[in-house]
């Protein structure tokens, strides 16, 4: 048998507190997602005037690090290069603002956001991954 981690309620509370303090830093309004390794949301933040769309966005972006175990940003890149295969992968929103969980190579979730420009919501994901400490 293998035991491996997971993610729980309150580490996505902590998270998800972390990333607003950085939003709200900011004045950004944004959706924050935060699913388990098999892309299944957790908990979800709507921001008091985020766009109803960007709660959508922000966990499909999450989904797409924690299945992927690679940050968003890196399918944007490939899209960028010409790389347009990538968009018949299925399940994959290849926007910046999706940001894996890394125990060193075990994927515990991921964390997106949406709801300001793709570099700054990795911005606020990063913020919200990094109270974790991996």
Known sequence: MITKQALTID???RMAAAA???ARK???NVTIAIV?????????????????????VATEKARTAALF???????EEMLKGGR???LSLPGVTPIEGGIPLMNQTECVGAIGVSGVQSPQDAQIARAGAAILGL
């Open 84 to 86: 347009f295969g990538v």
């Open 69 to 75: 175990k690679r940050p968003t940003l890196n399918f």
């Open 11 to 13: 580490d996505a509370k």
């Open 26 to 28: 900011n004045e950004w």
């Open 36 to 56: 388990d390794d098999g892309g299944h949301l957790i908990y979800l933040e709507r921001m008091d005037g985020a766009a109803k769309p960007t709660a959508t």
């Open 20 to 22: 607003l303090v950085e």
